[in-house]
């Protein structure tokens, strides 16, 4: 897993979470995110420069001060 962390930043230049939406109901919160990557290198017919967008649903469950259990559901634009 560290591995393949450490590659994806080799991919990007940059990367910004921009926080669309929270719902929180007990011990729960579902988020609405949405992901923007500037590649740093040229990746499936992109070019260095270009921009990847990824919008996710995540769903954390939390004990404590500590998230327990984390769910996440992305769709990536087409690139």
């Known amino acids: 897993m560290a ?3 450490q590659r994806g ?6 990367e910004h979470y921009d926080l669309l ?4 109901a007990g011990d729960r ?3 609405e995110v949405k992901w923007t990557g500037i590649l ?3 990746l499936a017919g992109l070019k260095a ?3 990847m967008t990824c919008e996710s649903a995540i769903f954390l469950r939390f004990e404590g001060d500590r998230i327990a259990e984390q769910h996440n559901y992305d769709c990536f ?3």
């Open 3 to 5: 591995e393949d962390l």
């Open 9 to 14: 930043k080799a991919l990007l230049a940059s």
């Open 21 to 24: 939406g929270v719902v929180a």
């Open 29 to 31: 919160v579902a988020l």
């Open 40 to 42: 740093a290198v040229p």
């Open 49 to 51: 420069g270009d921009a």
């Open 77 to 79: 634009a087409p690139f």
